[in-house]
């Protein structure tokens, strides 16, 4: 049995770089996000999670198309996409499902949904295929119109 420095020589291997989240602090604690590892947000009710998670996102994914892999859980789809809009275009709503739906914001939702399908995200949401509801197919045609991916688990 031969080890694998044997076949591959490690000291010429590159180390990746760190990609930086664009809060200095954060980029001075954890040095940014490394490729392939998994990172796990955690925090209180209300502390700001979901908009920290969308300004990542659509800081990587959508303006650096780099792959990401988004695990929601217990948080909607449907939403999710409407907040991640809102957040990149700017928009201040109390009614985050108009956001997908309102011609107000149809010029510049659908610019961001045109980078949204470019972008290298996967979002993996078990239970949104499953549901049904007005709402829920609305949002299934824009997820389809706009090639988002998605996977979800049998």
């Not at 907040?83 to 010029?107: E, F, K, Q, W």
């Not at 961001?112 to 993996?124: G, N």
Request: charged residues 20%.
């Amino acid at each position: 049995m031969k080890h694998i420095s044997e076949f591959v020589d490690v000291s010429a291997t590159v180390k990746p770089e760190p990609i930086k989240t664009g809060f200095r602090f954060l980029d001075k604690t954890i040095g940014g996000y490394y490729p392939g590892e998994v990172t796990t947000l955690c925090g209180f009710e209300d502390s700001g999670k979901t908009a920290f998670v969308i300004t990542q996102i659509n800081r990587i994914a959508v303006d650096h198309n780099i792959p990401t892999l988004l695990v929601l859980d217990n948080l909607n789809l449907e939403i999710f996409i409407a907040l991640m809009a809102a957040y990149y275009c700017g928009i201040n709503t109390n009614n985050i499902h108009s956001v997908l739906t309102s011609p107000l914001y149809r010029d510049s939702v659908g610019e961001y949904l045109e980078k949204l399908k470019a972008a290298p995200l996967y979002i993996w949401d078990e239970d949104f295929f499953s549901k049904e509801g007005i709402k829920v197919s609305a949002i299934k045609d824009i997820v389809k119109e706009h090639n988002i991916r998605t996977c979800w688990m049998n």
